[in-house]
C-alpha cells in the first residue's frame, strides 16, 4: 500500500488501542480490555506505541495460497482450513481447493 502517513494523536491512539482490544482480546482465554488498566499503566503502554493513519492512494496485491507446495500439502492445509468454526478461515481455504485441477497439480492461472 502507498499513501499518505500520519501520526495519531495520543487521544486517537487511546481511542485506537482500546477499539482494537475491545474488538481481539475478547477471543483469548484470559482477556484484558484497555479501559480496565489503570490510568498510569495506560499512559506507559502507549508510550510504547507509535500508531498511524495510512491515506491509501495506490493498493498492490498477490494472492499466495502456499502454490509452491505440493498437491498434498496444500490439500492438507485446505482441509484443515474447511474444517475451522472461522468463517475466513473457510474462505482461505475453499479458495486454495480451486487453485487446484481434478489431477492435483496447480490450476491454471485465471
Known amino acids: 500500500a502507498r499513501g499518505l502517513v500520519r501520526r495519531l494523536s495520543s ?14 482480546e475478547q477471543r483469548v482465554a ?12 495506560q499512559q506507559k503502554m502507549l508510550q510504547g506505541i507509535c500508531g498511524f493513519r495510512v ?3 495506490q493498493l498492490a496485491a498477490k494472492v499466495k495460497l502456499s502454490q509452491n507446495w505440493t498437491p498434498e500439502d496444500r490439500r492438507n492445509v485446505a482441509g484443515a482450513l474447511l474444517k475451522s468454526s472461522d468463517p475466513l478461515d473457510q474462505r482461505v481455504g475453499r479458495l486454495m481447493m480451486e487453485t ?11
Not at 15 to 24: F, T
Open 11 to 24: 487521544d486517537e491512539l487511546a481511542a485506537q488501542v482500546a477499539e482494537l482490544s475491545r474488538i481481539h
Open 55 to 57: 491515506t491509501v492512494s
Open 30 to 41: 484470559g482477556s484484558w480490555e484497555y479501559d480496565g488498566l489503570p490510568v498510569e499503566f
Open 100 to 110: 487446484l485441477d481434478v489431477t492435483g497439480s496447480p490450476a491454471a492461472p485465471h
